[in-house]
């Protein structure tokens, strides 16, 4: 399987050159020339297998550059950091609502999923295509994705990794956990402004000929851990197919028969993972993309106006505090039926206008198995307290943003299909506004709130979340946002 970029088809490269190099140089998106099927058999098949078994199975499809062995030794170790029996349950609410937890990994974030897997990755493909300079991977974070990537990264050989997070868009607990990372090749640095700030500077870092021959001239090259990176992404796809494994494995449904998910949605990585498993063969309805009060996604599928010169809100779902979603572009890529110069039109109407336009009847290929759907702070916090009182579960701001989606969608009575909420964090990352949510009241100290809701649920803290606040604070840079090249500059010469 070769890769292209999203906008210039003719750029081609292996799956460990894209994994290495994580971004295409002309600044497209690396997406596999063609879908692997997976047929009804081989799902058949994988109800016997564990999760790291099925996940291997499918990354076998898509990283030729891998054996199965291979792949089935870095799923096995990544999945093994990951407490209780398995590593993404799914949970049923009733009859026709499942609620897939991906937040049982070392940062109680789905980020961890995909996260412990890639450096394997990473490694593997650094000797693959005969890499000797150093990686160094540049990470934006909206919360979530920076913990996952230094708790990843951290000491593995070869790499080094700096982390952006908005100073003030990330919860505590988020900041809390980045800045006690530990490790000796890692780097966090606060930036003021928010996630689209730190995203759009580190892309254009990666687009900076000047600085990439500083970087390599001190013997480094740059790679990402973002969900623009393939390896990123493609071990997203493994939960798509394997909760859909589950659901047949327990009788819950026939073979053939179509599922929705839907997943609360920011930089649109997670949501695209869904639709790469759907061309792949796996019976999806619907793909229900959840947003937040930044409903910019939600406004895109209903008029096809991508359009982000928009009030930017900080919400209690900071991780999906997003205008500007990255993968988006992978999707326009499929949609438009691969026309490489259309993406490439589209992307410089958004740098330069801040927005596009697309007519989705004029489109290839039909894209209207995704419906966007969005839910305010109030409704969020709404939905936290109805479901807790009514199916005794406890959700966290993100998730519950989907399922207050998936709600109104059903009460309309538009589709009564089976539906997988993707549960993206541990409600223990954001317990300040989950006890808030519960209780009505607001507690100032993440900690404290933490201990709060433990004793009002019932529900244990999870391991990787205790005794956070006895670990030594290691990062405490915060730096303006035009200052990210002299940062990473100046922290690889200490
Ligand atoms: C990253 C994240 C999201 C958004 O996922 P995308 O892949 O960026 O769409 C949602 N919820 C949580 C908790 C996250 O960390």
Request: proline content about 3%.
């Amino acid at each position: 399987m070769q890769y292209v970029s999203t906008r210039e088809k003719s750029t081609i490269v292996s799956s460990a050159e894209a994994i290495v190099k994580g971004l295409s140089e002309d600044g497209g998106l690396f997406v596999p020339s063609e879908f692997p099927a997976i047929s009804s058999k081989e799902l058949e098949q994988m109800t016997d297998m564990e999760y790291s078994e099925r996940a291997a199975f499918v990354l076998s499809k898509f990283l030729s550059d891998f054996t199965l062995e291979e792949l089935n030794d870095y799923t096995k170790k990544a999945y093994s950091r990951f407490y209780g029996d398995d590593p993404c349950p799914l949970v049923a609410i009733d009859d026709k609502t499942y609620i897939l937890e991906l937040w049982h990994g070392p940062t109680c974030a789905f980020k961890d999923m995909a996260l412990t897997l890639l450096p394997h990755l990473m490694v593997a493909s650094r000797k693959k295509v005969g890499e000797k300079n150093k990686t160094l991977i540049l990470v934006a974070t909206s919360g979530d994705t920076g913990k996952a990537a230094l708790e990843g990264f951290k000491d593995v050989e070869g790499c080094e990794i700096i982390v952006f997070y908005p100073s003030e868009g990330v919860s505590d607990m988020q900041k809390l956990q980045m800045q006690t990372q530990t490790g000796n090749n890692v780097y966090v640095c606060a930036i003021k402004g928010n996630f689209d700030d730190a995203q759009s500077a580190v892309k254009v870092i990666f687009n900076d000929e000047n600085v990439k021959a500083q970087l390599l001239e001190q013997g480094y090259k740059l790679s990402s851990a973002n969900s623009i990176n393939w390896g990123r992404l493609v071990p997203q796809i493994a939960y798509y197919v394997s909760s859909y494994v589950d659901l047949l494995a327990s009788n819950e449904i026939k073979m053939g028969e179509k599922i929705n998910f839907c997943v609360p949605s920011g930089n649109f990585g997670n949501i695209l993972a869904g639709y790469y498993a759907m061309r792949m063969g796996v019976p999806i309805g619907k793909l229900i993309c959840a947003s937040n009060k930044n409903r910019v996604l939600t406004d895109f599928f209903a008029s096809g106006k991508y359009d982000t010169n928009r009030e930017f809100y900080k919400t209690m779902s900071p991780s999906m505090d997003i205008l500007i979603s990255s993968n988006l572009e992978r999707l326009l890529f499929e949609i438009s039926g691969r026309d490489d110069k259309y993406v490439a039109s589209l992307m410089n109407d958004l740098k330069t206008k801040g927005c596009y336009q697309i007519d989705f009847d004029k489109l290839k290929t039909n894209a209207s198995n995704f419906e966007g759907g969005f839910s305010d702070e109030e409704m969020t916090m709404d939905t936290i307290e109805d479901f807790y009182d009514e199916n005794d579960y406890l959700l966290d701001t993100h998730t519950a943003v989907a399922v207050g989606v998936s709600q109104a969608i059903k009460e309309e009575n538009r589709d009564n299909t089976k539906t997988v909420i993707v549960s993206t964090a541990s409600p223990y990352k954001f317990p300040q506004d989950v006890y808030n949510a519960l209780t009505g009241e607001f507690v100032d100290d993440s900690i404290k709130a933490a201990d709060m809701l433990e004793e009002y649920t019932g529900m244990e803290i999870p391991e990787p979340l205790q005794g956070l606040q006895s670990r030594i604070v290691r990062f405490k840079d915060v730096i303006e946002k035009d200052k990210i090249k002299e940062a990473v500059l100046s922290c690889l010469k200490k």
